[in-house]
């Protein structure tokens, strides 16, 4: 038994409002620059939004920005083995004296000398939360190397 051709109201009735986009001619690759790259890069970083999510906004698949993290940590390994680490800007939070960092008062005063200056400390927070805390004499390769032992915990 032969079935009869669906008619084009069935077929509306089966699946409406179907979109179909038809691209003439060759496709094209997007060439992105590299501060669109790195533009989007820090957006998936720091908005807090998945990488699906930052790529759907900025109409790419997630894979292309795992693949441009990639090389942009390539690129950054490669500077540093010929140049040593480059210099980073990191975030930076001036907080006020606390209540345990006043200067000493009454008998306790004389017990410290005049001269004697309260050594400075530096605290970082790192990913996953931790904090590093540090006095701000560290020599800078030290602090370095405590910094990337920290995050790879």
């Known amino acids: 038994m032969r079935r009869k051709a669906a008619s084009t109201g069935e077929i509306r009735a089966k699946w409406p409002m179907v979109r179909m986009e038809i691209v003439t001619g060759r496709e ?11 533009r989007i890069l820090q ?9 699906a999510e930052v790529a759907r906004r900025h109409d790419v698949v997630p894979q292309q920005i795992y693949i441009w993290r990639r090389q942009l940590l390539a690129k950054a390994k490669a500077d540093a ?6 210099p980073r800007f990191l975030p930076v939070a001036v907080i006020g004296e606390t ?8 008998e306790h005063a004389a017990e410290k000398p005049r001269g004697a ?18 006095e701000a004499g560290i020599d ?3 602090l370095q190397t405590l910094i990337r032992s920290v995050e790879s915990a």
């Open 117 to 134: 200056a309260r050594q400075a400390r530096i605290e970082i927070r790192c990913k996953g939360g931790r904090v590093l805390k540090v």
């Open 99 to 106: 209540e345990g960092s006043e200067a000493p008062q009454g």
């Open 140 to 142: 800078p390769a030290v």
């Open 43 to 51: 957006d998936a970083a720091t908005s807090g939004l998945s990488v």
């Open 81 to 86: 083995g010929a140049h040593g680490a480059p």
């Open 28 to 38: 094209r690759r997007r060439r992105w620059s590299e501060e669109d790259k790195l």
